[in-house]
């Protein structure tokens, strides 16, 4: 329903961004391509792709050089490779039990990474923020790629508020309303865009771009450790909402007998399948974190009955739920992320005999089960890709050199 | 992350049609406008709205008049109006307890419309068929309503293929994989597109479209009768899913300790909230339908504390199912139909008491509660809707004369 405006000049400078956009994008989630792949897999003609690729290679955020021949009769097709260091994101992870930092390059090289152990009393804002700036002190050298930094893009298990990066509640930092987004950004003092979302948003974006759920329209992305959290795709895109408040599905209420929960609702679907729930099944303390978590796994893989158990009661637990998010969303998959990466080999059959009994035919027909390919450093992975989506978007404003652009636009 | 096709001519028929489209969405979803309003709300050009004017009316789909002076300065800019009778569509309904006709016209114009009870033992496909290709005779006549019908909008309780209408399971009729678009598009003998889809995704594009979700973006449609089905807005349009099996909120497990549901799960949250459990807690037979749901409304009006405190008790399901839904959506807007529509007066306290409990903070300061604002023909409209969206998606196919354009097209 997009109406377009005269004059037809506008319309094609218009045209111009978005077919830029459309071969970022290819160069950025696939790697390198022959310009015969490009002309392919975006529909734009063989000479619109020459100009737009001596656009880019002018700039350095691409690169060209000679096929290997096939064997095929022609000429082969030069290859357009995305250049990782011209164009570069910081991403940052608040897990619970863990920060992470990570430097990734267009076309999604990662460049650095690094992840330390915090214990859970340590989360005080100041405290977060000190040590995320060390992280990212510790990724950005050399100080050619602190330069070419063009935005920075924060994971957090929490409520997150689109707009600056609010975070509204961390139950499980005990974080309530706490400035996140604004800190960081005076923090890091990086002149560039920084934006801060739920983390499972981002693991379920990173399976959708490069792992998983590549390809795959209808997604639901599953993760948590002692809170639980999901990130929807539909149709190909993030699930939007209000204020980016959605995708809480560890808050759907499911036994009205249920525990007390983090958020101060009862039964919610974490208290029967998060880590904690996990943990009290199997007669262990629930202080241990991710440790005792691999203690049960590692009891179970050892034939221990009451790990075994406790895992069988978790993963059935996980499929009443996921039946109704497969009613509700109608999904082709659902990726097991997080803690439900390492349950997946002891969770699956349950999980799947549940959803044989509780969601409807119809849609369940449909679903397939998969662990995350991206494991633990999903979530790091989606907020390089958060803090890529307006190069992406609109590469033009990325261009060099500017000047003869805009004249060019304006002419 | 469109990439358009050189060359230039074959891109301008395109804008043309896709500005076509936003004129005769704005046309139909708003009633008559003058020039100057379809200027503000499209973004064209005066001289694009006149030529596309120019086309609508040739066509007999638009109409112009001149505008009534209001006083202020400058010519009055001409009224443009939708024409109903040139384009109508026939929309069908297919409720638990009766079945229901419409002839509705562009701008939403609704031309005839009849709805006849039926009890729930008398429905098998034949007799559906049957009485839905006689209400569908009633309501197209004269002879040139008939010949002006350009779609078929149908609603159904239950899960419906987009594809091709065959309704897998509607569990309140007794139907399982019944081809009811097949049948019925041979049945009725129009030459024109039908489409089934569940009645309570067509009640919430209905309510977007010209009831209490007008210009809201993020909306949950919940509906019901005995089944309890819900239509999902996401970001202004309804919520896709792989086949059409998306948006059966009445089918989340909410109560284990619950009861058996027409689906073969157990504690669903329409097991809660329809109006089986609703009679049942103001100790009524459970086979009365509509009529029965009547007295307890009744009773309750006349301070009948059994019928009050059902109201109450369905009241606070109500409110704990929300309470998940307004977690993974964050909606704006809630709108109740069918049922509740019925009961929101009693229920919209218990409601809001249990969503302040049990719904995150973040999003539940953001969603409002509002009664339906079409009623129990909301999924009637909605098929209508739906029936309409080809000519709205691309007027340019309906315009006479069509040989001229075609030349046009393709020069």
Chains 1, 2 share one sequence.
Do not use: K
């Amino acid at each position: 329903m997009t109406a377009r405006r005269d004059p037809v000049g506008q319309r094609s400078e218009t045209v111009r961004r978005a077919n830029l956009s459309a071969i970022v994008r290819e160069l950025h989630a696939r790697g390198p391509l022959s310009r015969s792949e490009l002309v392919a897999r975006t529909g734009l003609t063989r000479s619109a792709i020459r100009g737009l690729i001596g656009e880019l290679t002018a700039s350095g955020l691409a690169g060209e050089e000679p096929a290997i021949p096939l064997g095929i009769p022609g000429r082969p097709s030069p290859l357009v490779r995305p250049e990782p260091e011209r164009a570069v994101v910081l991403a940052l992870e608040i897990a619970v039990d863990s920060l992470a930092a990570a430097l990734v390059g267009l076309g999604g090289s990662i460049l650095t990474t690094t992840r330390v152990d915090r214990p859970r009393d340590h989360r005080t804002l100041d405290a977060v923020v000190d040590d995320l700036v060390g992280l990212a002190d510790r990724v950005l050298v050399p100080t050619r790629r602190r330069e070419a930094v063009i935005g920075v893009g924060v994971g957090v298990a929490g409520v997150v508020r689109r707009t600056d990066g609010l975070v509204r509640m961390a139950p499980n930092l005990g974080w309530i309303d706490i400035p996140l987004g604004e800190r960081l950004a005076a923090a890091l003092g990086l002149a560039v865009p920084l934006e801060v979302t739920n983390e499972a948003d981002l693991g379920a974006l990173a399976e959708l771009r490069r792992g998983a759920a590549r390809g795959v329209d209808h997604v639901i992305y599953l993760s948590g450790e002692v809170g639980v959290g999901g990130g929807i795709i539909v149709d190909g895109r993030p699930l939007t909402s209000v204020a980016g408040y959605g995708g809480e599905i560890g808050h759907i209420p499911i036994n009205p007998a249920g525990a007390r929960c983090a958020c101060g609702s009862i039964g919610c679907w974490e208290t029967e399948v998060g880590a904690t729930a996990l943990l009290r099944r199997a007669g262990r303390s629930t202080d241990g974190g991710r440790g005792a978590v691999d203690a049960v796994l590692h009891a179970a893989s050892a034939g221990d009955p009451l790990a075994l158990a406790a895992l069988e009661e978790t993963g059935r637990w996980v499929g009443v739920g996921l039946a109704g998010l497969v009613n509700v969303f109608n999904p082709r998959l659902v990726v097991f992320g997080g803690l439900f990466e390492h349950l997946y080999p002891y969770i699956e059959q349950p999980v799947r005999a549940v959803l044989d009994e509780r969601a409807l035919r119809a849609p369940a027909e449909l679903v397939d089960l998969v662990p995350s390919a991206l494991g633990d450093d999903a979530p790091l992975l989606g907020a390089a890709e958060l803090a890529f989506e307006p190069l992406l978007a609109d590469p033009a404003r990325w261009l060099r050199p500017r000047a003869a652009l805009l004249e060019r636009a304006s002419a």
